[in-house]
C-alpha cells in the first residue's frame, strides 16, 4: 500500500487534520539484509558507510547530539542511506509506545518498512512522515558535495496532542501486530509520548538541516584525511600537491617528484586515497578556498585563481560539487552577509 508521505510544510492553525501512513505490508523473511532488512538503496557504498561511521563517533556529532537531547527530549541519529535498525530503537528518550511495539516481528517489519519510504522522500530535502500509529519521525539528508551519504533522523512525537481516535486505530493495530499489553500500560505509553507544537517542530527541524552542512562539511576533511596508515610515495606526494596546488600540476608532474612512473602512481593514489589524482586536488583547493571565504575583502574570482583554478566557472561548479553550494552561498552562510 502506498504510504502518504508529510512534506515539511506548515498546517492551518487549528486544523485537526492528521495525514497517517497506511500501515506497510510485513517485510518478507526472504527480503534482502535478513529478516527485516530492507531493500538495497542505489548508490550507498561500504566507503560511505565507513564516513557515516567516522562522521558517528566524531566528537562533534556526539557533542550535538547530547545537547539536542537534553534540549528537546528528542532522540537523533546519524545513518547510513541503508540500515537494517530501528534508528531510535534502546535511545535515550525513545517514545515509550514504539519503545513497547518494536519488540514484536511484525511490528518491527512494518516500522522498518515506513523508515525505508521516510528514506525515499528525503532524498533531497528534509521530510516528516506519519506512521500507521500516528507518530512523527524525520529525516534529513547529509551529503559529501553533491552525493548523498546518510541521514539525521529523529522523531517518534506527535505535532498534536493525540486523541482518543487515534489511541484506539493504534490499539487496533497493536493487536494486529500481536503486542500483548495491559491497555493501562499501552494508554499510559501511548499519551506519555513527546508533543512537539507544529512551529516548535519546524524549528527543529531547521536545526537539523544546518547541523547537516556542518557535517558535509566534516565529511569532506575526513575524505582527505586518510586515518590508516599509507605508503610513504603517497605522503611524499600529498605533501607536493599541497606545496604546488596553486600551479597547473598535472598527474605526470606529482609522479615525476616522487620517483614513480605514471601509471603506477595514478593505480596506487587511488587505491590509497580513494579518490583519482584529479579529485584530491579538487578537494585540497577547495579546502584552501573555504579559508580564504572568510575575508570579505577577497572578490570570489581572486580566491579561485589564489587556489589554482584556471577559470572561476570551472571554480564554482568543482565547489558546489564538493561543498553542496556555491561560494558566493556558502561565505553568506559563514557570514551573514551577502
Given at each position: 500500500m502506498?504510504?502518504t508521505?508529510?512534506?515539511h510544510?506548515?498546517?492551518?492553525e487549528?486544523?485537526?487534520h492528521?495525514?497517517?501512513a497506511?500501515?506497510?505490508a510485513?517485510?518478507?523473511?526472504?527480503s534482502p539484509?535478513?529478516r527485516?532488512g530492507?531493500?538495497?538503496?542505489?548508490g550507498?557504498?561500504?566507503?560511505d558507510r565507513?564516513?557515516i561511521?567516522?562522521l558517528?563517533?566524531s566528537k562533534?556529532?556526539?557533542?550535538y547530539e547530547r545537547?539536542f537531547?537534553?534540549?528537546?527530549g528528542?532522540?537523533v541519529a546519524l545513518?547510513p542511506?541503508e540500515?537494517?535498525?530501528?534508528?531510535?530503537?534502546?535511545?535515550?528518550?525513545e517514545?515509550?509506545?514504539?519503545?513497547?511495539?518494536?519488540?514484536?516481528?511484525k511490528a518491527?517489519?512494518?516500522?522498518?518498512?515506513?523508515?525505508e519510504?521516510?528514506s525515499d522522500s528525503?532524498v533531497?530535502e528534509?521530510?516528516?512522515l506519519?506512521?500507521?500509529?500516528?507518530?512523527c519521525d524525520t529525516?534529513?539528508p547529509?551529503r559529501?558535495g553533491?552525493?548523498?551519504i546518510?541521514?539525521l533522523?529523529?522523531g517518534q512525537?506527535?505535532r498534536k496532542?493525540p486523541?482518543?481516535?487515534q489511541?484506539?486505530?493504534?490499539?487496533?493495530?497493536v493487536a494486529e501486530?500481536?503486542?500483548?499489553?495491559?491497555p493501562d500500560?499501552?494508554?499510559?505509553?501511548?499519551f506519555?509520548t513527546?508533543?512537539i507544537?507544529l512551529?516548535?517542530h519546524?524549528?527543529?527541524v531547521?536545526?537539523?538541516?544546518i547541523?547537516a552542512?556542518?557535517l558535509?562539511?566534516?565529511s569532506?576533511q575526513v575524505?582527505?584525511?586518510?586515518?590508516?596508515?599509507?605508503?610513504?610515495?603517497?605522503?611524499?606526494a600529498?605533501?607536493?600537491?599541497?606545496?604546488h596546488?596553486?600551479e597547473?600540476?598535472?598527474l605526470a608532474?606529482?609522479a615525476r617528484?616522487?620517483?614513480?612512473?605514471t601509471?603506477?602512481?595514478?593505480k596506487?593514489?587511488k587505491?590509497?586515497?580513494g579518490?583519482?589524482?584529479?579529485?584530491y586536488l579538487?578537494?585540497?583547493?577547495?579546502?584552501k578556498?573555504k579559508?580564504l571565504?572568510?575575508n570579505?575583502n577577497l572578490r570570489?574570482?581572486?580566491?579561485?585563481?589564489e587556489?589554482?583554478?584556471?577559470?572561476?566557472?570551472h571554480?564554482?561548479?568543482?565547489?558546489k560539487k564538493?561543498?553542496?553550494?556555491?561560494p558566493?552561498e556558502?561565505r553568506v552562510?559563514?557570514?551573514?552577509t551577502?
Open positions: 502506498q504510504t508521505f508529510v512534506r510544510v506548515p498546517e492551518p487549528g486544523s485537526d492528521a495525514d497517517v497506511p500501515q506497510a510485513p517485510a518478507s523473511p526472504k539484509g535478513g527485516f530492507l531493500r538495497s538503496r542505489k550507498s557504498t561500504s566507503a565507513s564516513l561511521e567516522t558517528a563517533n562533534l556529532f556526539q557533542d545537547a537531547t537534553e534540549s528537546t528528542m532522540p545513518r542511506i540500515t537494517w535498525q530501528l534508528p531510535h530503537h534502546g535511545k535515550r528518550n517514545s515509550p509506545f514504539c519503545a513497547i511495539v518494536s519488540e514484536k516481528s518491527c517489519a512494518c516500522c522498518l518498512q515506513v523508515q519510504k521516510l528525503a533531497n528534509a521530510r516528516t506519519v506512521c500507521p500509529a500516528g507518530l529525516a534529513v547529509v559529501l553533491d552525493r548523498l546518510g541521514y533522523q529523529t512525537v506527535f496532542q486523541t482518543q481516535t489511541f484506539d486505530r493504534a490499539c487496533r493495530l501486530w500481536g503486542v500483548q499489553i495491559e500500560l499501552l494508554r499510559e505509553a501511548y506519555g513527546k508533543v507544537p512551529r516548535q519546524e524549528a527543529l531547521r536545526m537539523l538541516e547541523f552542512q556542518h558535509s562539511m566534516l569532506n575524505v582527505m584525511q586518510q586515518e590508516n596508515s599509507e605508503p610513504p610515495v603517497i605522503t611524499r600529498k605533501d607536493y600537491i599541497r606545496e596546488q596553486t597547473n600540476l598535472r608532474n606529482v617528484a616522487v620517483n614513480t612512473s601509471f603506477y602512481f595514478c596506487m593514489f587505491k590509497v586515497t579518490v583519482n589524482f584529479t579529485d579538487s578537494r585540497v583547493r577547495i579546502e578556498s579559508n571565504l572568510l570579505p570570489v574570482s581572486e580566491i579561485a585563481f587556489v589554482g583554478f584556471q577559470s572561476l566557472t571554480f564554482n561548479r568543482v565547489f564538493i561543498v553542496g553550494q556555491s558566493t556558502y552562510q559563514l557570514l551573514g551577502k
